[in-house]
């Protein structure tokens, strides 16, 4: 038993390396080099650049992924409560109840302030 698990552990681990290897190949194979003037002149605070690269990131994409994660995380600490449920305690039950209630009112809060919205507002 421990060792298929060690098995799959490793196959999983291989198998995210490779789609993390495709997709960062896939990012320098299709990434477009913009040729600029003022590209490479100082800016503002007077030192010069090290680069020409230039990456553009949408905030809400950024706080989409960041709460997808939290969550995430979160619903992986409350994936042992369902096979131990029957042998909670009363301040154990109190506890768990609280943490949902809290990823509850952060997906609330978060979507009363349109952060889970792919629009920019």
Do not use: R
């Amino acid at each position: 038993m421990g060792d298929a698990v060690v098995i799959g552990l490793i196959q999983n681990v291989l198998i995210f390396g490779i789609i993390f290897w495709l997709l960062t190949w896939g990012a320098e194979y299709f990434y477009t080099n913009k040729h600029q003037l003022t590209k490479k002149q100082f800016y503002e605070c007077g030192f010069k650049a090290l680069s020409e690269l230039n990456i553009q990131i949408n905030l809400n994409f950024f706080m989409l992924a960041v709460f997808l994660i939290l969550y995430d995380v979160e619903f992986t600490f409350l994936f042992p409560i369902l096979f131990n449920y029957s042998i909670f305690s009363s301040i154990e039950f109190t506890l768990t109840f609280l943490f949902l209630l809290f990823i509850v009112a952060s997906l609330y809060y978060d979507w009363l302030h349109s952060v889970l919205s792919w629009s920019a507002e």
